[in-house]
């Protein structure tokens, strides 16, 4: 199986930034998709960013150009560097992997969650 930490989540006033890491581990043979999505209270989870194996990026309208989303494959590591941020950012913030363990199919793990709050 595959396990995601996520770390960096926190209190942070308008306009700050903020990095989130999540770091997978476990019986890894292939990473796929790695990703962010979001929940805020009484909201559908969304997707924030992913990338692709391929460096390929695809982001939510709302964060273009405010969020930057990069991994390191030798760390089965994403990053997701929030800036300028926004009240309306506040969410739940999950990390997504789609992998393949040694001996389980390909399938999609997910983090705990960090909290992001955006407040001044």
């Known amino acids: 199986q595959v396990q995601l930490v996520e770390s960096g989540g926190g209190l942070v006033q308008p306009g700050g930034s903020l990095r989130l890491s999540c770091v997978a581990s476990?019986?890894?043979?292939?990473?796929?998709?790695m990703g962010w999505y979001r929940q805020a209270p009484g909201k559908q989870r969304e997707l924030v960013a992913v990338?692709?194996?391929?460096?390929?990026?695809n982001y939510n309208d709302s964060v273009k150009d405010r969020f930057t989303i990069t991994r390191d494959n030798a760390k089965n590591t994403v990053y997701l560097q929030m800036n300028s941020l926004k009240p309306e950012d506040t969410a739940v913030y999950y990390c997504?992997?789609?992998?393949?363990?040694?001996?389980?199919?390909?399938?999609?793990?997910w983090g705990q969650g960090t909290q992001v709050t955006v407040s001044s």
């Open positions: 997504y992997a789609r992998a393949r363990a040694i001996g389980v199919p390909t399938r999609d793990y």
């Open positions: 476990g019986s890894i043979f292939a990473m796929y998709g």
């Open positions: 990338i692709f194996s391929s460096s390929s990026t």
